[in-house]
């Protein structure tokens, strides 16, 4: 009996992200500004610690990965869902078994935890999903696409619905309307920020999961149009480029050291915000982004204050795509992408011509930010081939060059986006 081998793949992105398995024979070749209101009251990052382990881990690992992304693309704007990524990644551990799921708790941060404490861990991105807040539009959907002939193991099933919510569908993926039918669920689910995660199916797939994160958020106090100049920013490659600054004044949850500054400007309601992250003109992004890990994140979010201040940053819009199996590996997840070691008996019926391993994982997002707020989402999927004073002063912040941002849940600390804006486009 010829044996047959079955990949992984999982992409994320508007934020989206999935996990595709292939199969094939071993004799095929492998697949290869504001409104004059200011806010009433000022929103704060998350001062205590994250809501539970679960938070902790996916902080580190979306600050960990994206430091790796700007290493490797020096210059480049850069955004990704550290959320997407943790949620797609926590599907395929549930589906995993053995070493290869011991790799993957470790590279989550979640190694040693009982099945059941990640359990109750979930509950706390079950219920950031179903909080409904006003000017903040946001949506999390989970979803896995298995080839019909493929059996799963009914306990993953009964996973994906209860813990995911996911949406379990069997699919002929020969036939040639496959593709487009999952591009439409990833198109429908990110508002149609992000329409095609892929282009064809592989012949040899077997299944994709994919999560798919979805955010829109209206400032608290919304930048006036009116306010809006044309001004220089400064790229990182030193040259100057005339771009849209839009400009307010208020009071902010505030810090400042000398390397950097940083504000919080909050959404609706205040428990969203971002976060913007300013190095000093003396200091590169590059520097600052040598001590962006979880100690200097959890030190610097409690070291915000309220201050009354100007701040004028660019209005941008980007679209990014990154493959992250390479980095996964160089963390420790290195059986799951093995044809020989990987172990998915968790999650399909162990049948003796099939082999199952993830092949890559890739993320796809897009964001715009303009005076009334942000538009986000997200793609993934996982491919598998078989101390202030007490009277401040005003403080001014100029976000006229390179920078970093991130959008944060401010009661559980969950880690919705980072990004790196090098130059901004609208």
């Known amino acids: 009996m010829k044996l047959k081998r079955l990949a992984v793949a ?5 934020f989206m992200i999935g996990v595709c398995f292939m199969s094939h024979t071993t004799s095929a070749q492998d697949s290869a500004a504001s409104r004059k209101k200011p806010p009433a009251k000022t929103a704060r990052p998350v001062r205590s610690d994250p809501a539970n382990d679960l938070v902790t881990a996916q902080i580190k690992l979306g600050l960990d990965i994206f430091r790796e992304i700007v290493d ?15 949620l797609a990644l926590l599907m395929a551990h549930h589906g995993a078994a053995g070493k290869t799921k011991e790799e993957i708790g470790r590279t989550l941060g979640i190694g040693g935890q009982s099945e059941q404490t990640i359990r109750q861990s979930l509950s706390v991105f079950k219920e950031f999903s179903k909080n409904k807040k006003t000017g903040v539009d946001i ?4 979803s896995f696409w298995i080839r019909k002939e493929i059996p799963l193991q009914q306990t993953f099933i009964e996973t994906a619905l209860g813990l995911y919510n996911a949406e379990v569908e069997s699919l002929r993926f020969d036939d040639p309307g496959a593709f487009a039918t999952i591009n439409s669920w990833v198109s429908k689910k990110t508002k149609q920020k992000i329409t095609q995660i892929m282009g064809t199916i592989d012949q040899n797939a077997a299944a994709f999961i994919l999560n798919a994160v979805y955010f829109k958020g209206q400032w608290s106090a919304q930048f006036d149009p009116g306010a809006t100049r044309i001004k220089s920013f400064m790229l990182g490659n030193g040259t100057k480029k005339s771009h849209p600054m839009m400009f307010q004044s208020g009071s902010y949850s505030y810090y400042e050291n000398e390397r950097m500054q940083a504000a919080l400007i909050p959404y609706e309601e205040g428990r969203i915000g971002m976060i913007i992250f300013l190095p000093k003109d003396n200091v590169s992004l590059a520097e600052l982004y040598k001590n962006l890990d979880a100690r200097h994140w959890k030190e610097w979010l409690s070291r915000f204050n309220d201050r009354n201040g100007a701040i004028i940053l660019p209005r941008f819009k980007m679209e990014y795509a990154v493959r992250l199996d390479g980095i996964l590996k160089t963390r420790g997840m ?10 998915f008996k968790n999650m399909v019926m162990p049948i003796k ?3 199952f391993w993830i092949q890559e994982v890739k993320h796809k997002t ?9 538009q986000a989402a997200a793609a993934s999927y996982v491919a598998a081939s078989l101390g202030e004073s007490d009277h401040p002063q005003p403080f001014s912040m100029i976000v006229n060059r390179p920078f970093f941002f991130a959008i944060e849940d401010n009661k559980t600390g969950i880690l919705l986006f980072l990004g ?7």
Request: charged fraction near 20%; avoid cysteine; proline fraction near 8%.
């Open 10 to 14: 999982v992409p994320a992105g508007a």
């Open 72 to 86: 490797q693309q020096p210059g480049n704007n850069v955004f990704i869902s550290p959320l997407s990524i943790n």
């Open 139 to 142: 949506s999390i959907a989970n």
């Open 334 to 343: 290195n059986d799951a992408f093995d044809h020989d070691k990987a172990d």
């Open 353 to 355: 011509q099939w082999k």
């Open 366 to 374: 897009f964001i715009k930010v303009n005076e009334e707020g942000t």
């Open 420 to 426: 790196s804006i090098t130059d901004p486009n609208e």
